[in-house]
């Protein structure tokens, strides 16, 4: 049996407590928190040099085009699979599992990794994932436990039972336990943080879940039927989906069967699941500071800052998290950081947009920013990545006026088509079709300055889309 793998990556996340930088539009996958690439390519690198032969991501509409262009800037291929809804891990893992065996892979490892952790030492967790390859290959259901170096009382746990082979059998899945617990299960030696990554033959997977969970196969058996091609990405039935009930894997297969097995990994594995979290495994200065971007700091201790664009100075303060992004600053005690997501249901409940995206924007042609605006106005700086297009589109309430910074912008005004250059510029009535397209091989930056009596993004009549949309 060929010891190829299926990478089955889970990149559908919402990240609400790592807000302001994580948005539902953006979520912490997409950031580069812990290097200059973002979390999803780390994931993707980490996995250089096992013997791979698919790359399944599996996401959701709203990040699609995200995910297609972090690909892209790593020149990597992957097959980008769609839940039209979320229902949690279990069913995801089904849909990868349904999709290797249509590939006539249904014996083949499924390698199922999340796309927002943090491994330190990536050779150190490419050894564990050989050695349970062959442990796997005989139809075990392998699960990855962390070696604790902390009573932590953020993660579930793994009790180790008998030992099999290079593995341990999977005693008891437990709930996150409170301090004084922890302590007890650190004390012991007998358990592993729960990680969440996997390893197992599909078919293995499928069996058990038919075994334990019936109605979860069968809504992913009936969803993966006669899937379709939409540019890069794979959709799946929405109706048979939508019917499948919402479940993890942990509850619905690792914990009932008799066949799961753990193997300690230590390898630097962090969910990056709260800022103290990312302060934890960050390279601290000699006052335990973490500072990224422009910052200035007096007396200050054991703090973590971050800021995009301004410079944020520190006077005196110690333990605080500090997220400072174009719409929002956050300030928070480092030991409340937890309570972040209840500042997102607060937006949430207040009609508020800040949760939801960045005044950065991104489209799947690039990315605007807003600027400025006012009463009758509104500034954008515009990207458009090379080779990318804009709906052709037209508006019945606004005028448009774009100003060429970079690059050359192939536009189409009304009846006519022209190269537009750096420090050149074009005006667009109400009304009148227009499109933008990047024709050259570098980014087109460009300032759009809009005027009108309604200026909101559902203005936009698209006549003809490259993306899909409507």
């Known amino acids: 049996m060929s010891a190829a793998l299926n990478i089955v990556i889970m990149a559908g996340g919402s990240g609400t407590r790592m807000w302001p930088m994580s948005r539902t539009a953006y979520p912490k996958q997409f950031l580069n928190l812990n290097s200059d690439n973002s979390m999803l390519q780390e994931t993707i690198q980490r996995l250089h040099g096992l013997s791979e032969s698919q790359t399944t991501i599996i996401t959701n509409e709203e990040h699609r085009f995200l995910v297609a262009e972090h690909l892209r800037q790593l020149n990597k291929k992957a097959e980008i699979l769609l839940e039209p809804v979320g229902r949690n891990t279990a069913p995801a893992i089904a849909l990868a599992a349904f999709r290797a065996q249509q590939r006539g892979d249904g014996d083949q490892l499924l390698l199922v990794l999340a796309a927002d952790h943090v491994i330190e030492n990536s050779s150190e967790f490419r050894r564990v994932v050989q050695q349970a390859l062959p442990i796997a290959r005989d139809g075990k259901l392998v699960t990855f436990g962390i070696v604790p170096d902390s009573p932590a009382t953020g993660y579930g746990y793994i009790r180790q039972g008998e030992a099999q082979a290079e593995a341990y059998k999977v005693d008891a899945f437990v709930e996150k336990p409170d301090l004084a617990t922890a302590e007890q299960y650190l004390a012991s030696g007998e358990y592993l943080w729960n990680s969440g990554m996997f390893l197992f033959r599909a078919d293995r997977y499928l069996e058990e879940l038919k075994e334990y969970r019936a109605d979860i196969y069968q809504a992913c058996e009936a969803a993966s039927q006669n899937l379709s091609a939409d540019l890069d990405f794979l959709r799946i039935n929405k109706t048979a989906f939508e019917a499948c009930p919402d479940d993890s894997i942990d509850y619905a297969v690792m914990e009932k069967t008799d066949q799961a097995v753990v193997l300690p990994l230590d390898a630097g594995w962090s969910d990056v699941g709260s800022w103290s979290a990312l302060w934890d495994i960050k390279e601290k200065d000699q006052h335990g500071n973490v500072h990224q971007g422009d910052v200035i700091d007096r007396d200050s201790h054991n703090n973590f800052v971050i800021t995009e664009e301004k410079l944020v100075a520190t006077i005196g303060v110690d333990n605080l998290v500090i997220v400072d992004t174009k719409d929002a600053v956050l300030v928070a005690d480092r030991n409340r950081v937890q309570e972040v997501k209840d500042i997102v249901g607060e937006l949430k409940q207040q009609g508020r947009s800040e ?116």
Do not use: F, M
């Open 355 to 470: 949760h939801v995206q960045h005044r950065e924007v991104y489209r799947p042609w690039g990315k605007y920013d807003s600027i400025d605006a006012g009463e009758r106005y509104q500034v954008k700086r515009i990207t458009v990545n090379p080779g990318a297009k804009l709906s052709l589109q037209k508006h019945h309430h606004r005028a448009e006026h774009w100003i060429v910074v970079s690059g050359t912008a192939k536009v189409t005004n009304g009846d006519k088509t022209l190269l537009v250059s750096e420090n050149e510029s074009t005006y667009i009535p109400i009304g009148v079709v227009h499109c933008l397209e990047n024709p050259g091989k570098i980014p087109l930056e460009l300032i759009e300055v809009q005027s009108g009596s309604y200026l909101g993004e559902d203005d936009i009549v698209r006549l003809q889309d490259d993306y899909g949309r409507g």
